[in-house]
Nanobody, 129 residues
Framework: QVQLVESGGGLVQAGGSLRLSCAAS????????MGWFRQAPGKESDFVAA????????DYADSVKGRFTISRDNAKNTMYLQMNSLKPEDTAVYYC??????????????????????WGQGTQVTVSS
């Protein structure tokens, strides 16, 4: 089992920044791909960003490209999401996930929620206008 715990959410004004963290514990593996999803009230969960086990490959939703940066520190078993130029439409609960079946660089990074088998409890991000 892998446990994921998000932190770093909060209330910020439009144009501001936040950095989310996702700490992994348990049977972690550096081969896992990891990612962030978000869910706004009354809406489905949306893909935000994903990162390979080495951190060398990343993928982003079009809505956050150029504003958000995903990274990971495997020595600390922690993944990050730096969010800049935040907009009110970024308001959501942000979840981190791990794909333990990720097969490596020959395969695309997982962007579907169904590909992830471990999830954190979520952290609320609220952006005021």
């Amino acid at each position: 089992q892998v446990q994921l715990v998000e932190s770093g959410g909060g209330l910020v004004q439009a144009g501001g920044s936040l950095r989310l963290s996702c700490a992994a514990s348990g049977r972690t593996s550096r081969t896992y791909a990891m990612g962030w999803f978000r869910q706004a009230p009354g809406k489905e969960s949306d893909f935000v960003a994903a990162i390979s086990w080495s951190g060398g490959r990343t993928d982003y939703a079009d809505s956050v490209k150029g504003r958000f940066t995903i990274s990971r520190d495997n020595a600390k078993n922690t993944m990050y999401l730096q969010m800049n130029s935040l907009k009110p439409e970024d308001t959501a609960v942000y979840y981190c996930g791990a794909d333990s079946d990720y097969r490596g660089a020959a395969y695309p990074l997982p962007t579907l929620r169904s590909k992830y088998d471990y999830w954190g409890q979520g952290t609320q991000v609220t952006v005021s206008s």
